[in-house]
């Protein structure tokens, strides 16, 4: 039996030994593991590997992407540029930024990248979707299910009186909230409400659409996880949430089936199930769950992101609000004084959002400053260069909106400030001498299909927001925004809501904006 000192000198040296040992093993299983990253490059090109971290065994840098958000990326491309190597949610990553970059990455779709989401997004979203689709079948499905029919100026403008009177019932509603309206919150269940009812024509009850909103959220929240179906992961929560969804999404289609007439076509659905049928194929149950659940994607995270960013900037900068309100009056049958319940109120159509040249510009800046998603994902068909370096064949590529915005050359003010005014008559001129300048909805082939969707709805939300209510922030200060896994205010943006008076009368309504 040893003496009580030794013992607890051998017990620590034990555990030194221990320590040392685990920190040598980290440090060697580190090294192998950047080392078989560095052997991956394509040796056939003479180009070196992008700089940058592959982070530790397996994780990469997963854990630091996830706690840092947005400044991840913006330290590492201070640090390594445009162009950098990382590894995250399992795969190695490339991420590449700046116009010239994203340019040569959106352009050569089906040549030197595919779309390619990560294998989370890719299991959630399920392999019947237009974002899961690549080559031929994708060009089929873009040109004749989706953007043929689903988005053509006709279907749009057969869209805007539901969404201008959903956007009506929503401001009203929020004027009659006792406190504060938590609007990314209040933006999440509307902008669902409007895909579900005017994208799919469900008919759902507030509080089955509330409930599914909610369960649509858990199903975006874990489409960017780790791919392991285990207990608690975030991909099994995402598992479940999709397969709520679907046996939601089921039971409604087969009731909107049993009662559609021939030939309807009231919805983005119909257009989808119609097209299909003239090409000569019966959509599967399968399809059509997945396509619906495409469809939401489409037009509810987005743009309840959007619309909240929207709110939240006209809040920081209330001169827009002016502007905006100055360019209604100029407008015939857009004047500001529009109540919700007044019946003189005429019908947004597509024709009259044209003519408000400033909200444009305010939409485009916002999308500019606060674009919802932070970039797309691309696989590498082929070994190419991209800024000196070379993108071996096989290795993910992902292109950032974000940092593009945040570092182009081409906007006359600084790019961190809200300036609406640079996409006036000059900005024309510029974008001729590089479009990828500004991406929020990405470019080429892959450009968002709900794009002018989502900016229609941006215009009428404003427009109903500026003539029909006033706002004001009911925080000492502005939240701080979270980018991961889009973007919005971490509080939520707590906001009061007042009706304007109820009339009509010019006068009396720019009395009542001067106060």
């Not at 397996?58 to 390594?80: A, C, I, N």
Request: glycine content about 6%; hydrophobic content about 40%.
């Amino acid at each position: 039996m040893f003496p009580l000192g030794m013992s607890s000198l051998s017990v620590a040296e034990a555990a030194l030994t221990i320590l040392l040992s685990l920190g040598l093993l980290l440090s060697v299983a580190q090294h192998l593991w950047t080392l078989r990253w560095t052997l991956s490059r394509d040796r056939a090109c003479a180009l070196p590997l992008p700089k940058g971290s592959m982070g530790w065994p397996f994780f990469g840098e997963t854990l630091h992407w996830l706690v840092q958000g947005s400044r991840f990326h913006s330290s590492r491309r201070e640090r390594y540029g445009t162009v950098f190597k990382t590894h995250l949610l399992g795969k190695p990553l490339i991420r590449v930024s700046g116009a010239q970059n994203v340019r040569t990455l959106l352009l050569g779709e089906h040549r030197l990248v595919s779309s390619q989401w990560p294998q989370s997004a890719r299991i959630l979203l399920g392999s019947h979707t237009l974002l899961g689709a690549v080559g031929e079948p994708h060009r089929q499905r873009r040109k004749v299910r989706i953007l043929a029919r689903v988005f053509s100026h006709a279907a749009l403008e057969s869209y805007m009186p539901r969404i201008q009177a959903t956007l009506r019932r929503e401001l009203w509603t929020w004027c009659g909230v006792p406190g504060p309206v938590s609007v990314y919150s209040a933006t999440k269940a509307l902008t669902f409400r409007i895909a579900a009812r005017i994208l799919l024509g469900l008919r759902l009850e507030e509080s089955e659409c509330n409930e599914l909103a909610k369960t649509f959220e858990q199903l975006m929240e874990n489409l960017f996880s780790l791919p392991l179906d285990v207990p608690f992961s975030g991909l099994r929560k995402g598992i479940r949430a999709r397969d709520l969804l679907h046996e939601h999404m089921e039971k409604a289609i087969r009731e909107k089936l049993q009662r559609s007439e021939p030939g309807g076509q009231k919805d983005a659905l119909d257009f989808i199930i119609n097209s299909a049928k003239e090409q000569g194929w019966e959509l599967t149950m399968q399809e059509l769950k997945e396509s619906a659940i495409e469809l939401i994607f489409a037009a509810f995270f987005t743009t309840a992101s959007a619309t909240t960013s929207l709110l939240l900037l006209l809040l920081k900068y209330p001169s827009s609000i002016e502007k905006i309100r100055q360019e209604l009056r100029s407008c015939p049958g857009l004047e500001v004084s529009r109540w919700p319940e007044c019946e003189c109120d005429p019908d947004l159509t597509l024709e009259k959002l044209s003519r408000l040249h400033y909200l444009d510009c305010v939409i485009k800046e916002v999308l500019r400053l606060l674009p919802p998603v932070s970039g797309g994902y691309r696989t590498a068909l082929q070994t190419f260069e991209l800024d000196g370096y070379q993108i071996p064949k096989g290795w993910s590529v992902m292109y950032s909106i974000r940092d593009t915005h945040e570092t182009a050359a081409i906007y006359r003010s600084p790019p961190e400030g809200f300036d609406p005014e640079r996409f006036g008559s000059a900005w024309e001129e510029h974008r001729a001498a590089g479009r990828f300048h500004y991406i929020p909805f990405g470019g080429g082939v892959r450009s968002c299909i709900g794009k002018e969707l989502a900016q229609a709805i941006l215009k009428l939300f404003a427009v109903e927001l500026v003539r029909t209510v006033r706002w004001e922030l009911a925080t000492a200060s502005f939240p701080d925004m979270q980018t991961v896994p889009i973007v919005h205010p971490v509080d939520g943006l707590q906001v009061f809501f007042y009706p304007l008076p109820p009339s009509c009368g010019q006068e009396e309504t720019e009395k009542e904006l001067s106060k």
